[in-house]
């Protein structure tokens, strides 16, 4: 394991997707990352600063419309970039009947409204 350190594992760079995008000028209509949320950055430690960051540039330079879809599969309560937009969605959890959900926020709908009509 120590002749893979800083190969997998150990960090979760999450704003290497969103810089690759940037380089790449790749417009993405969604972006989504599956994560424990405790994001990390090598080179400044925990935040959400750097994530952050990247999606401001993301959205200016490449992708003004792009939504952020953040799924936390850990429930740690952690948020690594606000939630308090219009484009970034936090989901805890998976299962394929996300994307009727994500489907109808698209539309304006209300993801809550869309939930209670999921019959298990």
Not at 91 to 120: P, Q
């Amino acid at each position: 394991m120590i002749s893979r350190e800083g190969e997998v594992g150990y960090a979760t760079n999450g704003y290497k997707v969103i810089e690759w995008l940037i380089q790449e000028h790749r417009e993405m209509d969604k972006v989504m990352l599956f994560t424990d949320c405790q994001l990390w950055n090598s080179e400044y430690g925990y935040g959400d600063a750097h994530l952050a960051g990247y999606w401001e540039r993301y959205k200016r330079e490449v992708a003004p419309h792009a939504r952020l879809y953040i799924f936390d599969l850990a429930g740690y309560g952690q948020s690594p970039i606000s939630m308090e937009r219009d484009d970034v969605f936090c989901i805890a959890g998976w299962s394929d009947k996300v994307f009727d959900i994500l489907a109808a926020v698209e539309r304006g709908k209300s993801a809550i409204d869309e939930i209670r009509r999921i019959v298990v």
